[in-house]
């Protein structure tokens, strides 16, 4: 497509938005049939010649040149009427892949309803979880946002899950609901049910909030506070804090970054008033499985991601319950004096769902106490953990993520090489999963 062609094509979009501009280059003349196009557009900021001064109009324009001119049309979509701004983000749509390396923000597959747009993903999983224990579930869920204003958006995520083995009825449930208020580039508040990662890999939590959230970020650091519940504990954490669905929490955590190369992080996490002292003096049990002291429950971790070239990075976490903590198994008593998780890994590679061919695999060896896991981590661990509620376990876990083709990933993980502490049993588990995003 002729330059010149495109700029008369984008004139009709930002009609009106401007009046009668001087003849900015050199090689567009007054009696050409676009220079009244080229120069308002020029006027405007959205088209730019060359250092020497020309247009160069009969030359192609390429699919970077374009983007420029979209994303310039974009900062100024309020200017126009609904048909403009519809032809708008058909050209972001065509050109998303060329705006996101402008550093502009832009779902190449959105779907727009006037001021809501829509997105999602799809998942099928098969895990193999040991003792003849296979899972095969299909899961999707649509994304909606909702833009209020400049400053506000309301945010939801539809979600179904299916048991294909079981043939259980899928279930639809709205598991995100939330609003976003982001008075300035640094701040942010988030009220309702949203997301919530904690620790540098993820391993301890990362899962559904509700409460409220402050974030603030600057260039190399960040931090954020909220108050609220945590949702689908691991039931090791449920029986610690009682009914998770009703136990409040507070947290604190922030990011930080030394040069290039050093990412840190760390946190702080305080859940309500414990159960008190449910076990005699010989440590036999009274009442409840779990219990801890009478000023509650609270964990702390530090983390960090150091890059160590070529790919190549290394990652952990190491979380503690800062509380003397006795567990049961219904009979007998355990003392746990301060328990503890870490978790240290090898990782390489990035992967990049618009980039067929990346990946990212990594090796990680995670060894937790009982007390110390809340669950709903990112690899799901709390399969293993659920199993070790009473003694704790140490493993292995292996992962690679493949963008199989465009928006599509083929994703494995394997636990091996595990102990419980009480000498049980550790199976081998693994599983796969194809993920789709829209």
């Known amino acids: 497509m002729k ?48 250092p020497d001064g020309t247009f160069k109009g009969q030359t192609n324009i390429t699919r970077y040149e374009m983007a420029q001119i979209t994303a310039r049309l974009m900062a100024k979509e309020d200017q126009y009427n609904a048909e403009q701004r519809a032809t708008i983000d058909k050209l972001a749509a065509e050109y998303a892949d060329e705006l996101d390396s402008l550093g502009v923000r832009v779902s190449n597959l959105e779907k727009k309803v006037g001021n809501i747009s829509w997105s999602g993903d799809a998942r099928m999983r098969f895990q193999d979880l040991g003792e003849d224990d296979d899972v095969y579930k299909a899961r999707i869920r ?18 179904t899950e299916a048991n294909l083995k079981d043939d259980s009825d899928a279930k639809t449930t709205m598991d995100r609901l939330h609003v976003l208020w982001q008075p300035s580039d640094r701040f942010s508040f988030d009220m309702g049910r949203t997301d919530l ?61 030394l040069g290039d190369r050093v990412h840190l992080n760390a946190f702080y996490q305080n859940f309500a008033d414990g159960w008190g002292d449910n076990f005699d003096k010989d440590g036999k049990v009274t009442s409840h499985k779990y219990v801890s002291g009478d000023k509650g429950v609270s964990l702390y971790g530090v983390g960090a991601r150091i890059d160590l ?21 219904g009979t007998n008593a355990q003392h746990i004096d301060k328990p503890t998780m870490w978790v240290a890994g090898l990782n390489y590679g990035k992967e990049d769902l618009k980039k067929p061919g990346t990946f990212w695999a990594g090796v990680h060896y995670v060894d937790a106490e009982p007390g110390a896991y809340i669950g709903a981590s990112t690899l799901d661990i709390t399969n293993i953990l659920d199993d070790s ?37 550790f199976d081998d588990m693994y599983g796969i999963e194809l993920n789709y995003k829209f």
């Open 3 to 50: 330059k010149i062609l495109a700029m008369a094509a984008a004139a009709v979009l930002a009609a009106g938005a401007s009046a009668y501009a001087a003849n900015p280059f050199s090689d567009v003349s007054t009696s050409d049939w676009a220079y009244q196009a080229v120069s308002d557009l020029s006027d405007q900021g959205i088209v730019e010649g060359y």
């Open 142 to 159: 649509l994304n909606m946002t909702a833009q209020v204003n400049d400053q506000v958006k309301v945010i939801g995520r539809f979600k």
């Open 197 to 257: 990662f904690l620790g540098q890999t993820g391993y301890l939590y990362d899962d559904r909030f509700e409460g409220l959230i402050a974030k603030y970020k600057a260039d190399r650091w960040g931090a954020e506070i909220g108050y609220g519940r945590e949702w689908k504990q691991s039931t090791e954490a449920s029986d610690m804090l009682g009914d998770g669905s009703t136990r409040e929490t507070f947290y604190v955590q922030a990011n930080g970054q």
């Open 309 to 329: 070239g070529g790919q190549f990075f290394i990652d952990g976490d190491f979380i503690q319950n800062t509380a003397d903590t006795v567990i049961t198994d």
């Open 389 to 425: 509620v009473y003694s704790g376990a140490n493993f292995w876990v292996a992962e690679i993520d493949y963008a199989l083709a465009k928006n599509i990933s083929l994703d494995g993980y394997y636990y091996f090489g595990g102990d419980y502490d009480d000498g049980s049993d």
